[in-house]
């Protein structure tokens, strides 16, 4: 036997091994090079596609694997995207576990509460990955899904937000490039048109015997409007390679079954209040009720003197600032506001007396 088919023991893979053949009908790539294998998400069984259709197309049918005695349907049938079925099944679980458990560190009150929530993450996975006790596991599953159904769909829903906030600047900087690359086109075509012109307008100066100073005003013309269509080019040069060189950056018994730890309480937001352009500050007075009509003999003069009132002046505008000034300082008490102010500086001087004392103490412990 040649050494080029032995190593270490080994024969080497040759078309029509055991990877190549369907478990079902034998047939096998070799014979049959377009065949194509599918596995199922149930089982992970492989098989050829011809299978697949021949036992499925009817229904569900049980896995014609010896052994294997689940239900399967064809519509669950795809292709195979790892080469080891172990991965590709590692990669389904652990996208089915993620799908449910999608909390950030945000939602939860400390860092140990996030990785104890991580862990029990991981555990789950471990377990349906490696058969420990999986209707239990399943069952904590479900349970934690049907509980967070509403976390878990406004999860995905800012998740899917915060990938399309991360999409705008590239989507913008294309959309900028596009406008970049037609006004640039645009130029470029108006030079090429005015070069024709330019050309065939000193052909028919040659051809009537005319001077050429109206030649070398087009030609400058067309220069200038050449080195602009140059410039819009350069620049948008730049901005590409600026934004290249930018870092990219970002029910009851479901409540017994499954309980999660150290989660932040979901505090609702309050009802939008009307907009008040004050911020709040109320102008209504608090000691007196401002009318409509005061009787005095000078106000009822002021009411009827046409010097007064052809200004545009107002009486109602005296009378509130008369009362404003009647009522000035009732809500100011002058003996609380002493006391607080004393109250105050008695506790800024027992302050300096305990800190004085603190840096005796420590320099006669020295």
């Known amino acids: 036997m040649s050494r080029n088919t032995q190593l270490n023991g080994a024969g080497v893979q040759r078309p029509g091994k055991d990877d190549d053949i369907c478990p079902v009908c034998k047939s096998s790539r070799y014979l049959n090079p377009n065949m194509r294998f599918l ?14 259709d021949r036992i499925f197309s009817q229904g569900p049918a049980p896995c014609p694997i010896a052994g294997c005695a689940r239900t399967l349907r064809v519509h669950r049938f795809r292709q195979q995207t790892f080469e080891d079925l172990k991965i590709e099944r590692e990669v389904d679980v652990r996208r089915r576990v993620a799908k449910g458990f999608n909390k950030q560190e ?43 159904a509403a976390s878990t769909s406004q999860n995905n829903a800012k998740a899917t937000q915060d990938r399309n906030m991360q999409n705008v ?36 100066a040659i051809a009537n015997g005319r001077d050429k100073a109206g030649q070398k005003v087009i030609l400058k013309k067309s220069t200038a409007r050449r080195t602009a269509a140059e410039k819009a080019r350069d ?8 934004h290249q060189q ?58 009827t003197d046409p010097s007064m009132l052809a200004g545009g002046y107002d009486l109602r505008e005296y009378y509130q ?10 809500g100011c008490f002058i003996e609380e506001e002493m006391k607080a102010k004393n109250k105050g500086q008695r506790a800024g001087e027992v302050e300096e007396e305990e800190d004085t004392v603190a840096v005796m103490a420590a320099a006669a412990a020295q």
């Open 169 to 204: 600047p590239t989507a913008a900087h294309n959309q900028q490039t596009l406008l970049n690359r037609a006004s640039a086109t645009r130029a470029d075509a108006s030079s090429l048109a005015e070069r024709e012109e330019a050309q065939q307008e000193s052909l028919d």
């Open 39 to 52: 596995v199922n998400p149930e089982c992970y069984h492989k098989m050829c596609e011809s299978c697949v």
């Open 235 to 242: 620049k948008q040069r730049q901005q590409e390679q600026q």
């Open 246 to 303: 930018q870092p990219t950056d970002t029910t009851t018994n479901s409540t017994e079954i499954y309980k999660i730890a150290g989660l932040k309480p979901i505090v609702h937001p309050e009802p939008e209040k009307p907009y008040d352009p004050f911020g709040g500050v109320s102008f209504t007075p608090s000691y007196h009720t401002l009318q409509p009509h005061y009787e005095h003999p000078w106000l009822d003069r002021a009411r």
């Open 106 to 148: 945000s939602d939860f009150e400390s860092l140990l509460a996030f990785n104890n929530y991580l862990e029990d993450m991981e555990v789950t996975t471990f377990n349906l990955l490696e058969g420990i006790d999986i209707a239990a596991t399943e069952k904590k599953l479900a349970a934690y899904i049907a509980q967070n």
């Open 321 to 330: 600032r008369t009362m404003l000034e009647a009522f000035a300082g009732l």
